[in-house]
């Protein structure tokens, strides 16, 4: 008690001494700092709210989680944006769901009907906004409306895979008879090209840009001065509508390029490149094995591959796609050996975050 009180005849005396008054100030002191202490640590809990496993070492920190979406509709596939979970559905003609962190619906929106309906899509990120390209639907174009979760057909436009203050950089693809990755210097409008498979993305590490290239072989191809590669004359619209290149033997070439990664085993892909803990890190699947439920991290450090991770999913973990780039954070996603289960990654410096959806069982 902070006071000591005696009661006479419903009177009240309190009595108090100068020693006793700066005792119980230093008493009131105490409780007040580890009440705030106790307060912080309270809110620490409570964001702290994650419910799955983490997996820290010296070259990579990761989250695994596993979240259940509330819907009874046969959801197949999905990716992440804003924050805020999109997943494709085959209830009633093919659907756009979109859910919150919690796995609650936000947003039900039928696909448009010339959209690919196996979802095979390559994504862009561009002035804040999510781009969607169809290539095997007539190179259509969709524009995410987060506001009513469904895609919008718009007219064909740029789809970076990468830009910064310097460069825009574009791809053109042409299934097996490869492709070409473009930098346009953004302050002379200048455009410069060279030879690329298939690009997964691009990224920028200690001042070199590394191409993520994949299709019947995986490699990286390091640029230190975009400027030394081809001169392209044409037109930024040649390159939107994938005919920057008239033959194949046009996209063979290789100036400016340094090929730095480069192998023909079919047995693994090349998933993306991407930079966690300021390295330089890979993520590599098992292709065309269905049981297959090894995923492996690998590091670009001192001019070769140096094995930092390798995770061990008992549902499997395949068919890893690499979406889009905002700025900040990578994202991909993925399927398992179960057709229920699918699920998203994203990555960034300090996190790499692999979410496995599920349904909620009726």
């Known amino acids: 008690m902070l006071y000591k009180e005696e009661i006479f005849d419903n009177i009240t005396l309190i009595q108090i001494t100068s020693r006793q008054i700066n005792y119980y100030r230093w008493n009131l ?6 009440s705030i202490l106790l307060f912080l640590n309270g809110c620490k809990s409570n964001n702290d709210d994650f419910n799955g496993i983490r997996i820290t070492t010296p070259y990579v920190s990761i ?12 959801c197949v596939s999905g990716f992440i944006y804003h ?13 756009l769901i979109t859910f919150d962190r919690l796995g609650n619906i936000r947003n039900s929106s039928p696909l448009p009907e ?20 169809n290539e095997n639907r007539g190179m259509t174009t969709y524009l995410l409306d987060k506001e009513l979760g469904n895609w919008k057909l718009i007219n064909r436009m740029e789809a ?23 930098f346009i210097n953004k302050n002379t409008q200048e455009i410069y090209r060279a030879y690329s498979n298939e690009v997964v993305n691009v990224v920028k590490f200690h001042n070199k840009y590394y191409v993520t290239n994949t299709s019947w072989r995986s490699s990286i191809y390091e640029i230190t001065y975009p400027e030394k590669m081809q001169k392209f004359h044409g037109l930024i619209n040649d390159i939107v509508n ?16 340094k090929n730095v990664v480069d192998t023909s085993d079919f047995s693994i892909s090349i998933a993306g490149s991407f930079i966690h803990k300021n390295r330089f890190l890979q993520l ?35 068919g890893i796609k690499y979406l889009y ?6 994202f991909l996603n993925f399927d398992t050996k179960y057709r229920e289960i699918f699920g998203a990654i994203e990555i960034d410096n300090d996190i790499i975050k692999i979410h496995f959806f599920k349904q909620e069982k009726e």
Request: charged fraction near 30%; aromatic fraction near 18%; hydrophobic fraction near 35%.
């Open 29 to 34: 002191f105490v409780v007040i700092v580890v």
């Open 63 to 74: 989250e695994i989680d596993t979240i259940t979406l509330k819907t009874n509709e046969q």
């Open 83 to 95: 924050d805020m979970y999109y997943i494709y559905s085959l209830y009633y003609g093919y659907r």
């Open 114 to 133: 010339r959209i690919d309906r196996h979802w095979m899509l390559d994504y862009s990120f561009k002035n804040d906004s999510l781009i969607a390209l």
């Open 160 to 182: 970076p895979v990468y830009e910064d203050k310097d460069y825009r950089v574009l791809k053109t693809a042409n299934g097996e008879w490869g492709g070409m990755v473009y």
């Open 242 to 257: 994938n005919r920057a290149e008239s033959n194949e033997k046009e996209r063979y070439v290789f100036e400016g390029l």
């Open 284 to 318: 590599w699947n098992v292709r065309n094995e269905y049981n297959s439920k090894e995923v492996h991290i690998t590091e670009f450090i001192n001019g070769k591959l140096e094995h930092r991770y390798t995770f061990d999913f008992d549902t499997g973990i395949m």
């Open 325 to 330: 780039f905002d700025g900040y954070k990578h």
